[in-house]
């Protein structure tokens, strides 16, 4: 599948929501995709935002692609120093991460821009807080003043739309609640679900690059 039929699915998605396609942001995930790869699917049809799993992988890429690089993936507090480097960090998922986040943009002079990751479908295998553990979680992350939370970050269960769609209703009204503008949800296989029930940062990377 191309870029642009990629997004023409989702100004459908939108369509079908009766929201505006303006309101929706295709990341692409780049991982384990060659410079010239990224170059000829993506960059070819406009200065997308990309999306990386992997701090080391998205530094060498850096270095010979401009681009609005977001980290996608879990990210590790030895490799905190390297949050500057990126437009988004949509994996806030410790308080810990978030201290050691803190202490990087005071260093650097800057607020540093997050999404809180949640774990909705209370998978054990997979990072974020939990639902019941937002008001605290978040309260104290907004007091840090080199921190800029945007919105939310959810990876749902793998499983059928019935699901799914649930997770990603459940944050959109996560998102209202707090006040937060972003909802960062949807993947290759669910993105269209994602946009109908309110994304505005879909991270799709496969249906990119296979045709």
Same mark, same amino acid.
């Given at each position: 599948m191309s870029l642009p039929e990629v997004l023409e699915r989702?100004?459908?998605?939108?369509?079908?929501?009766?929201?505006?396609?303006?309101?929706?942001?295709?990341?692409?995930?780049?991982?384990?995709?060659?410079?010239?790869?990224?170059?000829?699917?993506?960059?070819?049809?406009?200065?997308?935002?990309? /999306?990386?799993?992997?701090?080391?992988?998205?530094?060498?890429?850096?270095?010979?692609?401009?681009?609005?690089?977001h980290l996608v993936g879990p990210l590790q507090r030895n490799k905190a120093k390297f949050a500057?480097?990126?437009?988004?960090?949509?994996?806030?998922?410790?308080?810990?991460?978030?201290?050691?986040?803190?202490?990087? /943009?005071?260093?650097?002079?800057?607020?540093?821009?997050?999404?809180?990751?949640?774990?909705? /479908?209370?998978?054990?295998?997979k990072h974020g807080f939990l639902e019941e553990e937002l008001p605290e979680a978040l309260a104290r992350v907004r007091e840090m003043p080199h921190l800029e939370v945007l919105g939310f970050m959810t990876v749902p269960p793998m499983g059928p739309e019935g699901v799914v769609r649930p997770i990603f209703r459940r944050l959109s009204l996560l998102a209202d609640r707090f006040g937060l503008p972003e909802r960062s949800m949807g993947m290759s296989q669910d993105y269209e679900w994602a946009v109908e029930e309110g994304a505005t940062m879909v991270r799709v990377g496969r249906a990119l690059f296979v045709d």
């Amino acid at each position: 599948m191309s870029l642009p039929e990629v997004l023409e699915r989702i100004a459908l998605a939108c369509q079908r929501a009766g929201r505006d396609p303006k309101e929706v942001r295709l990341v692409a995930v780049t991982k384990g995709r060659s410079v010239e790869e990224i170059r000829e699917r993506v960059l070819r049809y406009g200065a997308f935002p990309l /999306g990386e799993s992997r701090v080391q992988e998205a530094l060498k890429k850096m270095e010979l692609l401009q681009a609005e690089w977001h980290l996608v993936g879990p990210l590790q507090r030895n490799k905190a120093k390297f949050a500057p480097r990126f437009h988004l960090i949509h994996s806030l998922d410790s308080l810990r991460l978030a201290e050691a986040l803190e202490g990087v /943009g005071a260093k650097a002079g800057m607020r540093l821009r997050v999404l809180v990751e949640v774990n909705l /479908g209370r998978e054990p295998q997979k990072h974020g807080f939990l639902e019941e553990e937002l008001p605290e979680a978040l309260a104290r992350v907004r007091e840090m003043p080199h921190l800029e939370v945007l919105g939310f970050m959810t990876v749902p269960p793998m499983g059928p739309e019935g699901v799914v769609r649930p997770i990603f209703r459940r944050l959109s009204l996560l998102a209202d609640r707090f006040g937060l503008p972003e909802r960062s949800m949807g993947m290759s296989q669910d993105y269209e679900w994602a946009v109908e029930e309110g994304a505005t940062m879909v991270r799709v990377g496969r249906a990119l690059f296979v045709d």
